[in-house]
């Protein structure tokens, strides 16, 4: 009875930690209408921070609490809000999920810079009042730090139901999300609203990551931390991210279960630590599919931001062999270890393609690409190779199996997930992601399954070989690269092929409307299940070759994060194309390695300045979700800009020509080993980044002096290359507004010195 | 700038010059212009009709007026003062009230938190409740059902109870008909002519004619983006058929 009622207790606090962490997710969501996928990192950064002022400058506790939670928590949200988040109107809901996913990453990188994992002494986060400040009640032994936590959950509770259905301010909150222009017609404004939602969201976020902390006793570590708000997604899934009380109760059931697991399971499951940490992501995925949600409604078809070409396939085919050209120049010339890199680049921008296929054609979201890649992983390390030792390959029938089982596994995935659209879609495969990374990568133990001994991941690491298909082995550097090389151009051309087929139209078309489509007859779950088997056996190839890449994989190469690294990245490139995916999984997979790796060669090199490279070799950690963070400015992604760049250097033949040929020169160079790889590399980049925009510069000269017009003044060279004329001050009277104030406005007189009215 | 005019600006403004003038105003949706040059005047306490076919404008040239799209080119003029660059939210606090297009409602907040927002013009809720209560006793009935869930009728109803409560000096309505049964248009126009008769000016845009030119002091035919044609509605009423056949 006792043990009852103190697990009871225990269940009860984390709970309601639980529920200040969700219910500062129901208020942004509320009045942005952005699911932020950030409040776990910003209560890993404020729990951070608490900690560097309260232990490690040994601040006092209210002080260093008050600097957190009352100034800067709130900043931070509020600047969110006012750099990134507004930028997100009239952007689908992949973009929303991404930029946010990609705060979250920034935080992280952020966090691991600043506080470094490895620290020689472990960090101490002790409750409030210190771990013996203890109270017993009905004979059981709780912290004042426990008690205080539970009493500011029931009393945020509270406050936030007051101030949604008591205040003026608090429904005009709930009327942004309604109708924002309405809202600014009744005299509100929704932008100060949606700020100080955020502040507060923040604020929230920040006190759960405190109270928390030491709660769960884990270690300081900035990956856990972010996870464990991230379970209050259940919660707030279960208030239907509107409605408070029931918020509440999906976070009081959450905390309870997770210790009556600890109390009440059999101590001879092994499975059962395992099993209580992906309790909140079972729940989440239970949650989700058996909660009614919102039905199909034609009114949902807003018009986005984001726009794709659809490429012919004659430019699909000669992109395609340009690529396999390219990289079997570049095997010719370059040492084993880049090319290495190179072919794992090869093989994430295929996990990457599956991302394109379900996302850029389909309009569906899969958080948890990667996890795939480790069910075709298991399958092919269990059923899938010959030989042992040097001589084990990976056969054909392996490669197929796997992505056969991933397919089923996305089908199983997916049934109960139909009905769901966007976020909600988003979440279940999250969950399904965390819960494969939890519940079936840790299984390094045999197992007794149908009387057989059996261990799916053994030891933590698998090693896997490279394949031979045929007669043909591909256990050389270079025969793997052409490989992944060629499958990827193969895969990139299907894709377009399959945008051009009917299917693909009609995978557009329910992108679109899936109204639309269900009254046209189509069967949307058909389309939705077929298009989620396929994403999910491209995904299982490209993880098989990924690890085969690696050789060896442990659970780590399979993380959620890097899930999310990937689809964000793919956004970033352009989730429209395979272009976007090739750009993705050579930034993810090489460019950020290469970058790392010149800094630490440089910082080798001049001992000196090494402290400089260190942290320039942080900031590059930190660059991918900075990218991400700007998607709301140009939610198309990158790939747009490089083809209309590509397309203007295909109109300027002598600058096309030139580069070309300088590239050719450079390889020439290098393949007759006059020049090192490094070198080619740092030709290369000045080819291509500096060579069009200072060759188009020469052109559009020559082109003015041959017209014998002269070339339009930047503003701010006027009246110092050129004379200030009447024309410019209108202009800029008419910008400034001063005609619409009635001031009259100024007459230059010739002679007279220019100056601007004041 | 626009913000030091005062409520009292534009209600004790001296009966004769017009509240509200468009002079040029030009006004676009990105790289597409869609008001080439827009004049137009609302005399003091009289009811304008902006007629036109479907894509011609009329909205637009209401969304330039509240606020809610700042014009290109040309002058707003509320009560004599420009207020190019003034927000939606500053002029309706200070007594423009403007119903949009469609269901001007708050469908995720019950009739009493949709008219609380009313409030923000400057009225005390126990006010607007009253005045909207007494107008449409339907609404009393479910002032705590979500605004969501009642009818088109009743939702459109919602929305005039704000006009009515908030006192505005300038009324701005956007298409009151739209997917509304003709009974209960016509009430809402009966409403309206009553608004106007307490010597609110009304500025009123309408794809079906007919229903408002019976009210209506002054129309105006709006066609591709300009004003065509303004004249009292005997004097507009043959031209009709011609400007939305376009012979």
Redesign the interface.
Known sequence: MQQFVQYTILGLVLGGVYFIAASGLVVTYTTSGIFNFSQGAIAMLAAFTYWQLRWGWGWPAPIALLVVLGVLAPALGAVLYQVVMKNLRGTSEVTKIVVSVGVMLGFLALATWVWNPTASSPRNFQKFFGANAIVEIFGVRITWHEIISFVLALGIAAGIRFLFVRT?SG??M??V???P?????????PERLATISWAGGAFLAALAGILITPITGSSMSANALTLLVIDAFAAAMFGRLKSLPRTFVGAIVLGLTNYYVVAYFPSSWTWTSAFRQSIPMIMLFIILIILPQDRLRGTTVLRTRERFHMPTMRTAWIAALVLVVVMFSLQTIMQPSPMKTLAYGMTLAMIALSLVLLTGLAGEINLAALSFGAIGTIVVFHFGTTGSGLDARMTLWGIVLASLVCAVVGAVVALPALRLRGLYLALATMAFGVFVSKMVLSEGNPRRLFGRDFTIFPGGTLRIPRPKIGPVDFNSDKAFLTLVTVLFALLAIGLVAIRHSGYGRRLAAMKDSPAACATLGMSVVRLKLSVFMLSAAVAGLGGVLMSAQLGAVSAERFDIFLSLSLLMVTVVGGIGYASGALLAGLFLGCSLLAMTNTLTKLGADYASIQAIFAFMISAVTVLPATIGITMGKNPSGAVTDIVKGLNDIKQARPLMFTIIGFEVGIWLLTATDVLTNWNFVILTAINLLVVPPLGGAIMKKRAYAKAGVAPPTPAEFIGIDRAYTQLDLDEMESVL?FD???VAAPVLHEGEPAHAPA | ?STNISASHFSSHDGNGPLLELAGVRASYGPIEVLHGVDLVVPQGSVVALLGPNGAGKSTILKVC???LQPTAG?VRVAGR?I??A???QL??LGL??I?EGK??????TVR?NL???????VSLSDVEEIAYARFPRLGERRKQLAGTMSGGEQQMLSMA?ALSVNPALLLLDELSMGLAPLVVANLYEIVAQVSEEGVSILVSEQFARTVLGIAHYAAIVLHGNVTRVGTPAELEDELSAAYLGS
Request: negative net charge.
């Open positions: 003026r429904v005009a709930r009327a999300v309604d109708d222009e309405l809202l600014e017609l009744n005299g509100g404004r507004g619409a104030l009635g | 700038m509240s606020g809610l002058e420009v190019n660059g927000t939606a939210d309706a606090r009230c403007t949009p001007g409602v708050f469908p995720n907040l938190e609380w927002m009313a409030t923000m013009a400057g704000r």
